[in-house]
């Protein structure tokens, strides 16, 4: 048995008039995420890390943003899909982490809510998935608040 390894990075817009969906869940803000699907960031990064790990390519070659299947999906079930990929592949997921890079809201109760939707997606018990969050410490595009970005490693048996 060999262990894989793969990461995912993702940034969107913060812009009025959309939703803010992150790991699955909706969060109260005046400002959300823009994009073709739902926008979750933290979602897509999870999605590439594990398609990177098992050497799939990333989310553009499986859910194209020209696609209109794609026009606000709900990412969750597009991570759902690629861990079905995954499987397919002959690997199975040991280990999701992922970092949201978020000025505001602060995430608090939602973190393990977003825990329990990616474990959920990806069929595993929410101990081996782990979302922590951090600031832009006011600086960047993250700090003045145009954007957020997620960074995600996951970890693969086959
Ligand atoms: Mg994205």
């Known amino acids: 048995m060999s262990v894989r390894s793969g990461i995912g990075y993702d940034s969107h817009r913060l812009a009025a008039g959309h939703e803010l ?13 823009e994009g073709h699907s739902d926008a979750d960031v933290l979602t897509h990064a999870v999605i590439d890390a ?32 690629a861990a079905e990929r995954v499987r397919e592949a002959g690997y199975t997921v040991a280990n999701v982490d992922v970092t949201l890079v978020l000025e505001a809201p602060k995430l608090g109760a939602a973190r393990e809510r977003m825990r329990e939707r990616l474990a959920e997606a990806l069929g595993l018990p929410a101990d081996a998935v782990n979302v922590k969050a951090t600031t832009g410490e006011g600086i960047g595009f993250v700090g003045r608040g145009e954007g957020a970005a997620a960074l995600a490693i996951a970890t693969l048996d086959g």
């Open 21 to 33: 969906v992150l790991g699955g869940v909706r969060l109260q803000s005046e400002l959300g995420l």
């Open 50 to 81: 594990l398609l990177g790990a098992a050497g799939l390519g990333d989310i553009g070659t499986h859910f194209p943003d020209g696609d209109e299947r794609y026009r606000g999906a709900d990412s969750i079930e597009l991570l759902r899909t």
